[in-house]
């Protein structure tokens, strides 16, 4: 706003879901929670929180696991012993994204280095540490992690992968009678998360479709006719707009050409009088859907490399 830009209904401006954020810009323009920094949010109560909105986040076997591998990584940092290590530990940050995943997979990776490191006070808490659950947590976040990579792209739209991100890792979060408790607790947390905090709008679905390789929902296909209804009603609101720029057009045309004289209008032709009235742009509103149908029938797929604007 200090850049002195204007806001109105067609403006579509992504933020973070702050308070504060959601208050400034919950009139005059379309507001985009960020999907990132949401699933980002959610990991970070997975691993720090103990209460979120008034509700217990009830992840605390991995949050007691976690709480200790920063303990040492905290020690080892500050005691400058870091260079006798193969690879340099990542202290936990809050303003990284997914920063839990990178901060316990570097202790995984030097983590049977770390017993010649630390101090023997801190024995207790690494004895606390499970090597094969530390792993099989780190490879439960790595599904996030790459979900979040693809949606940070700097060049390329990514707003057309969220419906399918958000799917994947919904199917990612079921619960399976082998997981291990924690998983399960992280499993749970996460699933309640994404329906109360992670909102999707009409663009998130409208995107999706035009994407050739997603139009057909084969990840989730509850919302195909949900997507192709809101795509005709774009396409409607725009004809109905053209339809109306063209009759004002039309009547000021009118208004200002020289009305013939009646003698030019007696002598028009009968063959002339039996010509076809002439088109008006009414028949764009069936070429427009007829356009969808045939979209919609292509049988074409695209890399994930490509850019869908180039489609």
Not at 139 to 157: A, R, V, W, Y
Not at 260 to 289: G, I, V
Request: glycine share 2%.
């Amino acid at each position: 706003m200090d850049s002195q830009s204007s806001l109105d209904n067609s403006k579509v401006v992504v933020s973070d879901n702050k308070n504060k954020i959601k208050s400034v810009f919950k009139d005059g323009c379309t507001r985009l929670g960020c999907s990132i920094h949401s699933v980002n949010k959610q990991l970070e109560h997975t691993f720090t929180s103990e209460i979120i909105d008034k509700l217990e986040v009830k992840c605390e076997i991995v949050q007691n696991m976690f709480a200790n591998i920063r303990k040492i990584i905290l020690h080892t940092k500050q005691a400058h012993k870091q260079s006798k290590l193969s690879r340099k530990l990542q202290p936990y940050s809050n303003t990284r994204f997914n920063c839990a995943l990178y901060s316990m997979n570097g202790f995984l990776l030097v983590f049977t280095e770390l017993v010649d490191v630390f101090d023997r006070n801190l024995m207790n808490n690494y004895e606390l540490i499970d090597k094969n659950f530390l792993d099989s947590i780190c490879g439960f976040l790595k599904e996030f992690d790459q979900g979040i990579l693809h949606l940070s792209s700097d060049t390329k739209p990514t707003i057309y992968l969220v419906i399918p991100f958000k799917q994947y890792l919904l199917n990612h979060c079921k619960i399976h009678p082998n997981d291990q408790d924690a998983i399960q607790q992280i499993k749970i947390f996460f699933e309640k998360r994404r329906r109360d905090v992670w909102v999707l709008h009409n663009v998130h679905y409208i995107t999706i479709l035009l994407h050739p390789s997603f139009k057909n929902f084969d990840i989730s296909p509850d919302l195909h006719e949900k997507t192709i209804d809101l795509v005709k009603d774009e396409l409607l609101k725009r004809q109905l707009s053209t339809l109306y720029i063209s009759s004002t057009t039309n009547i000021y045309s009118l208004a200002n050409t020289p009305t013939p004289d009646h003698s030019s209008t007696a002598t028009k032709s009968l063959l002339s009088k039996s010509f076809d009235s002439p088109k008006t742009n009414s028949q764009s509103a069936l070429s427009s859907f007829d356009e969808l149908t045939e979209y919609m029938a292509l049988d074409f797929q695209r890399n994930e490399n490509d850019d869908i604007l180039l489609f």
